[in-house]
T-cell receptor, first 110, second 115 residues
């Protein structure tokens, strides 16, 4: 089992729709969770961090964490073509390493 | 506030050569982590430096080494380059010791091609 897994892409959504990106992790002791956006040819950009169970909202982005299910998700409301990118889930593990998932490619169709 | 910077942007080297990549951390950050990102994959942790000391290492051979300087800037050195070392090398800075607790901010990366 891979340490951090993300839903396989590419994911395509129409402009204005909600994009849902999912991530599961194997280390039950993980305490910190991060979502990064990476445009093609660019470096990752931090979008959200979440540390407690529940939802955390920042503008059009909502991160959801469920530690019991070892699941973290990112919702993007009112998706825009500029949201088209690869989204990386990163998990801060109990052995003090941040492990990145392989990423999910999102395409927002005008 | 100055963000994370890296140099050079691109680099082409021949197998067997050595390379040094440089990174300046974000203002106020004393921790630097280095990652390797192959095409189509997530970043893989190489190592982290906190106050000039190595503070954790991923599954990379000893020919990957690093330094951190008193101003918290850092270098990544790779000896005996192999074709598989071709990747985007990312530097990320954060505040505080430990990798998992703090938000990391990435530099623009160095694209290394080994021929």
């Amino acid at each position: 089992q891979k340490e951090v897994e993300q839903n396989s892409g590419p994911l395509s959504v129409p402009e204005g729709a909600i994009a849902s990106l999912n991530c599961t992790y194997s280390d039950r002791g993980s305490q910190s969770f991060f979502w990064y956006r990476q445009y093609s040819g660019k470096s990752p950009e931090l979008i959200m961090s979440i540390y407690s169970n529940g939802d955390k909202e920042d503008g059009r982005f909502t991160a959801q964490l469920n530690k019991a299910s070892q699941y973290v998700s990112l919702l993007i409301r009112d998706s825009q073509p500029s949201d088209s990118a690869t989204y990386l889930c990163a998990v801060g593990t109990s052995y003090d390493k941040v492990i990145f998932g392989p990423g999910t490619s999102l395409s927002v169709i005008p | 506030e100055t963000g994370v910077t890296q140099s050079p942007t691109h680099l082409i080297k021949t197998r067997g050569q050595q390379v040094t990549l440089r990174c300046s951390s974000q203002s106020g950050h004393n921790t630097v982590s280095w990652y390797q990102q192959a095409l189509g994959q997530g970043p893989q942790f190489i190592f982290q430096y906190y106050r000039e000391e190595e503070n954790g290492r991923g599954n990379f051979p000893p020919r990957f080494s690093g330094l951190q300087f008193p101003n918290y800037s850092s270098e990544l050195n790779v000896n005996a380059l192999e074709l598989d070392d071709s990747a985007l090398y990312l530097c990320a800075s954060s505040e505080g010791q430990g990798q998992s607790s703090y938000e990391q901010y990435f530099g623009p990366g160095t694209r290394l091609t080994v021929t």
